[in-house]
């Protein structure tokens, strides 16, 4: 095990089994959100085995900007549609937890480059765009949730909309992981989504997923099961504070209530150096941050009823992060409560929450691996909304 990985495994150890683990947490610190310069020195991969796009490119390239409105913020981004001009189908990428660029970069790896460049290389147009506060676009990612980022989607949309080399009929949203869950609320209520692609996306309550991550984790760590039995149950109350108290000063007062007797239960060599009101604020930080808590919140069978357009929904079945079966499940189930019967359900055997062809298929192997991509999902990402546009 070289140096980052063991390092990347200790980040994970701290925070994976603490009261404030959740997915955004342990990917910021597995994609190397704080830690990039390990990732960089330690994950060397030869520049020709790397699925990166090159030029020349056969498809039009342009960057634009465009305006939210409801937040007042502009929002930049790249779009690619086929050669030659003409109107063309289009999809909107939503990017995962924390801040991210327009291409999803990680180390090594853009995968909504990598999405963009095959899809408009098979006839469909790609709008990728940096989440606010993030390379060109403005605003304060900080101070946003997911339903803030689902008005961001809508300003994309009514950017496509006035296009002229757009088919406004067959605009549709691929989102990631939690983007996922900003695809969800965009096309339960806005009109006109003409199609949704969900990528390693959600089917089951936010808190339910962070409990069975820090389940997997503790696995992963090898943590004897009375132990991590004891912090999940401990780390179940506190969310059902979060979750559960929607007073905003109720919900703080009991949260630190809750996380000072936690910090009171630890061993002194848990506790380290850090004092109980360091403890306390560190977390409560990180938790209630807006996007963290409307993640933590997030229930997608209140959307997914009323979502009616084409749905694909994929996932890796060695996904670590979120369980494929049991959300594909959920997903299949709670759009077929709304009727929705247009449905496509694949679990791709092999591959991780990136998507990608792995080994170990642990986080803290994404960085090491050659493939942002495995082809096949490139391959049934254009085949089905070719069929889908077309039908």
């Keep these: ?33 704080g830690c990039c310069a390990w990732a960089m020195a330690a994950a060397q991969i030869p520049a020709a085995a790397l699925q990166q ?129 900003v695809a969800q609320i965009v096309a339960a209520s806005y009109p006109g989504v003409a199609f949704v692609i969900s990528a390693s996306g ?37 969310f059902d504070i979060l979750v559960k108290e929607r007073n905003k000063d109720t919900m703080l007062a009991k949260a630190a209530a809750f996380l000072s007797a936690k910090y009171q239960s630890l061993q002194p060599e848990e506790r380290g150096h850090e004092s109980e009101a360091k403890y306390v604020r560190s977390l409560l930080k990180v938790q209630t941050k807006p996007e963290a808590l409307s993640v933590l919140r997030f229930d997608p069978q209140l959307y997914l009823p009323h979502i009616h357009c084409p749905f694909l929904a994929i996932s890796g079945s060695k996904d670590l992060q979120l369980d494929a079966s049991a959300n594909l499940k959920a997903i299949a189930e709670g759009l077929a409560t709304g009727g929705n019967r247009n449905v496509t359900i694949k679990a791709f055997e092999g591959l991780n929450h990136l998507l990608q062809e792995c080994n170990t298929c642990k986080p803290e192997e994404y960085i090491t691996l050659p493939q942002t991509i495995a082809p096949p999902v490139l391959a049934l990402l254009a085949n089905w909304i070719q069929e889908v546009v077309n039908h």
């Excluded at 006035?162 to 691929?174: E, F």
């Design 53 to 181: 796009p090159k030029p020349p490119f056969a498809y039009a390239v342009e960057e634009v900007r465009f305006r939210n409105a409801t937040a007042q913020i502009r929002l930049a981004g790249t779009f690619t549609r086929p050669r030659p001009d003409g109107r063309y189908p289009a999809v909107i990428t939503i990017t995962g937890s924390g801040p991210q660029d327009r291409n999803e970069s990680r180390p090594h790896h853009k995968p909504f480059w990598v999405i963009a460049d095959y899809l408009s290389n098979h006839g469909i147009a790609v709008l990728r765009f940096d989440d606010r506060g993030v390379g060109g676009s403005t605003g304060k990612y900080d101070k946003a949730d997911i339903f803030d980022f689902a008005t961001d989607v809508q300003a994309a949309i009514q950017y496509l909309r006035s296009r002229p080399d757009v088919d406004t009929t067959a605009i549709g949203l691929l989102g990631h992981s939690e983007g996922a869950e």
């Design 1 to 33: 095990m070289n140096f980052f990985v063991r390092f990347v495994s200790r980040c994970i150890r701290r925070v994976a089994l603490s009261p404030a683990a959740h997915t955004g947490i342990i990917y910021w610190i597995i994609t190397g959100l």
């Design 202 to 238: 959600p089917g089951l309550k936010g808190a339910d997923i962070s409990l069975s991550q820090q389940g997997v984790l503790a696995g992963m760590m090898e943590m004897d099961s009375a132990s991590a039995t004891r912090e999940i149950r401990s780390n179940a109350a506190f």
